[in-house]
């Protein structure tokens, strides 16, 4: 646990607050929170978005930022969800910063589960603390609420929609960088509260690419989960529309939108596909190289029953989902090449390179292939990734 969170911190890092002086860069972000327009819908956004590490997909972050309406005011909603593999198959956190217009947080909530136990806070702003009740659910079991109280200044600020919003307000290139404390949001726990930290936000660069980048530095410190620095890019869409992703320049880890790769994306088609495009090469070394458990693998096989059982001239619904998988396996291994390893991996890298991608949602995908790479034929296939955090195949035409 501790060391996927650890990594999470390198990606969104949180620094440890030093209570530094109030130096220029410090000055100029509270110049900047002080002239941030008041929320509003047309500025909200949401990002979905895949963790990796080495070049292995580690998790998936969704981050939803809202115009909300709270006591006759409007303040920012950041609702934060994340979603990593490990130990235990069921690890999720959740958690949401009520912030108001120059971004102090006024209100924390959490939930995280890990297998059947599952952990509930929630806090608000009293003076320079936030304060609440958090309690423990572990199957049915219901602990009595405990209090808590986490030491956070008006002045720092939480989560990674309030950084979003600071980069929109800090679009001039060569201004001055912004200092500021900022709480975590991945290390919070049942027993311990995460120490704010200070952060560095340069204003955008000038290096050309996609969007906007704005560097980050994060300054390690005392009570962090993280002993050294984290450098990286935060990337925006041209006008600050949306995120484009983070980029960690030392190498530590990589956020991406959903079916976008890192360089160093690596496959193992003998390991779980946590990438559609790891799920699509399964199926196409298995159906290529005549593979029948890669095959199985690939295909969520009652999805694909429950269509084919639906539609005129499909499979006949009175013979059973064993029968099924058994004839399509034999069709796909009758049609197989039995081809090699460099003939595999060259056709299914033109097939993913001259595809056409249509991303339904982010556990859902469309690849249209050409007739170069299908055989003849221009073949569709659609991958979406299940409850368990697999991609795998729902339709094949």
């Excluded at 005011?73 to 490990?86: A, D, F, N, P, Q």
């Excluded at 059982?309 to 058994?326: A, N, V, Y």
Aim: glycine content about 12%; hydrophobic content about 40%; some cysteine.
């Amino acid at each position: 646990m501790r060391r996927i969170l650890a990594l999470i911190a390198v990606l969104l890092p949180l620094c440890v607050s030093t209570s530094a002086q109030a130096g220029p860069g410090a000055k100029a972000a509270e110049r900047v929170r002080a002239a941030l327009a008041e929320p509003s819908p047309e500025r909200a956004l949401t990002f979905a978005g895949d963790l990796w590490q080495g070049g292995e997909w580690k998790g998936s972050l969704r981050v939803t930022l809202e115009a909300t309406q709270s006591d006759e005011r409007m303040v920012w909603t950041s609702k934060e969800e994340l979603r990593w593999i490990g130990g235990v198959a069921d690890r999720h956190l959740t958690v949401t910063h009520t912030l108001a217009r120059d971004l102090t947080v006024e209100r924390v909530e959490l939930a995280r589960r890990e297998g059947t136990r599952e952990v509930l806070a929630y806090l608000a702003r009293e003076g320079d603390a936030l304060q609440g009740t958090s309690r423990v659910i572990t199957g049915e079991e219901e602990g009595a609420g405990e209090p808590m109280k986490v030491a956070w200044p008006k002045a720092a600020t939480g989560g990674l929609g309030a950084v979003v919003l600071l980069a929109r307000a800090h679009a001039t290139p060569g201004d001055p960088a912004l200092e500021l404390d900022w709480g975590p949001t991945h290390l919070w726990n049942e027993a311990e509260a995460p120490a704010l930290r200070r952060l560095t936000l340069a204003a955008p660069d000038a290096t050309g690419g996609e969007g906007s980048g704005h560097g980050l530095t994060l300054v390690p410190g005392l009570g962090g989960a993280s002993t050294k620095a984290g450098t990286g890019l935060l990337r925006l869409a041209d006008g600050g529309a949306g995120v484009l992703g983070w980029t960690s320049v030392t190498g530590e880890a990589d956020l991406l939108p959903v079916g976008r790769l890192p360089q160093t994306a690596r496959f193992d088609e003998n390991k779980p596909a946590h990438a559609w495009q790891h799920a699509f090469r399964v199926f196409g070394v298995g159906y290529h190289m005549a593979k029948p458990e890669l095959i199985e693998r690939a295909f969520d096989w009652q999805a694909l029953y429950d269509y084919e059982t639906s539609i005129e001239d499909g499979w006949p619904s009175s013979r059973p989902l064993s029968e099924f998988k058994q004839a399509w396996m034999e069709e796909f291994l009758s049609q197989s090449k039995h081809r090699n390893r460099q003939e595999t991996d060259e056709l299914l890298a033109g097939t993913l390179t001259t595809g056409t991608l249509t991303v339904r949602s982010p556990d859902h995908v469309v690849l249209a292939a050409i007739a170069q790479f299908g055989g003849g034929t221009a073949r569709t296939y659609q991958l979406k990734r299940g409850a368990d955090g697999i991609w795998r195949l729902i339709r094949f035409g």
